[in-house]
C-alpha cells in the first residue's frame, strides 16, 4: 500500500516553462489536495478536488490549474513558471467524510530560476 | 473564516524539560483540530486529533472552546521531539472538509 506518492520529487525549472506534478493515491479516497509550504508561512492550500472531475480553488490558486480526470491521480500543473511558484508542494488525500485523517504525500521541491 | 495561529516561530528546550507548543484558533463552529509533525525533509504526519484524546510519544493536546486553544504538551522533551509541528483545524470549508494549517513552530531540543 503506497499510500499517496508524488512526483517528481524534485525539480528545476526555468522561469516561463510549464511542467505537472502527479499525485496518485491507491485508497479510494473521494478528497485530494493541494498545498505549498514557504518557509513562515505554514502550508496554503492551492486547489483541491472533492471527486472525480471536480475541482476548487483554495486560498492561493494563481498561476495554477489542476485537473482530476481519475479518482486517484490529481495532477497540478503550471503553465508559466515564476520564481514566486519556487517551493515545496505537497499532496494529500482524505476519504469523503469529515473525520478521517487526512494522508500526505511526500513533497515535491520546485525550484523556478 | 476559520484560522489558526501558532504565536511561536522556534521554540528551543533542553532534553528533559515540558515542552508546550501553543496553537490558537478562530472558527464559528465546531471544530476538528490536529497537530501534524514534520520531520526534516519528510512528509506530514499527524500526530494528535482531539477527538482521539490519545497520547503519542507523549504528546496530549486538550481541546480548550472557552480559550480557542489546542495547546500540544510534552512532560520531558527529548531530542528525537526536534522537528516542525502544525496545529491544524477542519471545518467544512465549501464542503471540502480542507485543513487549515497554522504558519508551524520548529521545536528544538538541545541535548
Known amino acids: 500500500n503506497a499510500g499517496v506518492t508524488q512526483t517528481p520529487k524534485f525539480r528545476v525549472l526555468k522561469t516561463g516553462q510549464s511542467m505537472t506534478l502527479l499525485c496518485a493515491q491507491d485508497?479510494?479516497?473521494?478528497?485530494m489536495y493541494w498545498y505549498r509550504q514557504d518557509p513562515g508561512m505554514g502550508l496554503r492550500l492551492i486547489h483541491y478536488s472533492v471527486g472525480e472531475g471536480t475541482t476548487a480553488k483554495g486560498e492561493v490558486p494563481d498561476g495554477y490549474n489542476v485537473s482530476r480526470l481519475k479518482k486517484q491521480n490529481f495532477l497540478l500543473g503550471l503553465e508559466s513558471a515564476a520564481p514566486s511558484q519556487t517551493s515545496v508542494y505537497f499532496c494529500?488525500?482524505?476519504?469523503?467524510?469529515?473525520?478521517?485523517?487526512?494522508?500526505f504525500g511526500e513533497g515535491s521541491w520546485l525550484t523556478v530560476v | 473564516a476559520q484560522r489558526v495561529t501558532q504565536p511561536e516561530k522556534l521554540l528551543s528546550v533542553f532534553k528533559g524539560a515540558p515542552v508546550e507548543l501553543k496553537c490558537n484558533y478562530s472558527y464559528s463552529g465546531s471544530p476538528e483540530l490536529f497537530w501534524y509533525v514534520q520531520y526534516s525533509r519528510q512528509r506530514l504526519q499527524l500526530l494528535l486529533r482531539?477527538?482521539s484524546r490519545e497520547s503519542i510519544k507523549g504528546f496530549t493536546a486538550d481541546l480548550n472552546k472557552g480559550e480557542t486553544s489546542f495547546h500540544l504538551k510534552k512532560p520531558f522533551a527529548q531530542e528525537e521531539d526536534s522537528a516542525m509541528y502544525y496545529c491544524?483545524?477542519?471545518?467544512?470549508?465549501?464542503?471540502?472538509?480542507?485543513?487549515?494549517f497554522g504558519k508551524g513552530t520548529k521545536l528544538s531540543v538541545i541535548p
Open positions: 494529500a488525500s482524505r476519504a469523503g467524510t469529515r473525520r478521517n485523517t487526512i494522508y
Open positions: 482531539h477527538i
Open positions: 491544524a483545524l477542519s471545518g467544512p470549508g465549501a464542503g471540502s472538509y480542507q485543513l487549515t
Open positions: 485508497m479510494n479516497h473521494e478528497y
